[in-house]
């Protein structure tokens, strides 16, 4: 379904972005992954081009407006088309410092690579698939958007914005056949995750695992491969009537909160 189709996946070295780049290199798809690391680029190059020869890698920091829009304009002219995107990459530097100790440069930062990132790829995405008249987004947002839990404030802010862009976006471009739809990830096993547990003490460590443990429905963390499924499908012709939904994959958080 997707042989000869060309994708961008921000985030696409690690975690959630570089299992969904795997699989769909391994339908065939030309991907672009993109992400500030050039040597975390080239290795997950190097993979990927054993399903799919002609991926790329291209050194890009969502944030940064000239960035997103070299990404787009090298990924159009190389290929000729972008049929695909996943805007996929955030960080939670900084995420976790209490409110009234804040600094105003880290909220910026914070909404800047959760939101201010995912508006800019697909202002630059949608000038290509526009002029298609064709195109697949999809955004990752968070359970922490939905969840909005003590000390998740600004990344939970950002987030939000990021199902409500995407909703109004999609409203705006369905009638040029572009399917816009948020992914709403609850806790998987990625770098970002484990990073949440590489400052803590052993005890911390086994109280923080038992709680992502006893978190949801299915009782485990989730694997990255199960997120990538899920935005495999939305990219997907089997989605054809899917936009503008915010899908929640999360072993089952959120009906126990309801
Ligand atoms: N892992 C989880 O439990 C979880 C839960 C909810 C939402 N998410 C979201 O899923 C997405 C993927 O995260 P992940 O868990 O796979 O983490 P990850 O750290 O493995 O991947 C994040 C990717 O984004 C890239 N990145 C970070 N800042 C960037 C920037 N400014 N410019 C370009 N690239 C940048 C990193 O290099 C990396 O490739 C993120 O948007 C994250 O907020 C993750």
Redesign the pocket.
Known sequence: MFEEKVGII?????????ATAELLAKEGMHIVI????SE?GEEALSVLRKWSPHSLFIK????NSQDVKNLVSQTYSTFGKIDVSFN?????EAASNATHEFKEEDFDHLIN??LK?VWLCMKYQLQVMTKQNSGVIVN?????AILCSAGTGVYAAG?SGVIALTKSVAQEYGHQHIRINSLC????R????EERFSNLSEEEKAKLNESYQKLNALGRIGD?IEAAKAVKWLLSDDASFVTGQNIIVDGGIGFRFE
């Open positions: 921000t985030g696409g070295t690690s975690g959630i972005g570089l993109a992400s500030r690391n975390k890009t920091d969502v944030t996929n990459a955030a960080n939670t690579v959760t990132s990752t947002s968070s359970m922490d987030k990830p609850g806790a998987f990625t770098p970002m995750l990255p």
